[in-house]
């Protein structure tokens, strides 16, 4: 099953959860409040292999612009 992450509209707290595709945009209860005022977030994911950055656009994560960034370790 996927993971998804949500945000809670009323507390704004943040939580993850693994469910179903189907059930991905179906209303969930907030972990921290107990809402149903929950929405679906987008996920922002990092990899890393062999010391080298593995992202979608291949330009490194998304503070560094494909730069060098000392925050991350990325580096072209």
Do not use: W
Not at 19 to 39: H, M, V, W
């Amino acid at each position: 099953m996927p993971l998804y992450e949500y945000v809670c509209k009323d507390c704004g707290h943040h939580f993850d959860t693994l469910r179903s595709y189907k059930d991905a945009d179906k209303p969930i209860r907030c972990k921290n409040c107990l809402s149903e005022q929950t929405i679906r977030a987008i996920s922002v994911f990092y990899a890393q292999s062999d010391g080298r950055s593995i992202t979608q656009n291949g330009s490194g994560c998304g503070s560094c612009s494909g730069g060098s960034c000392g925050s991350c370790g990325h580096s072209h």
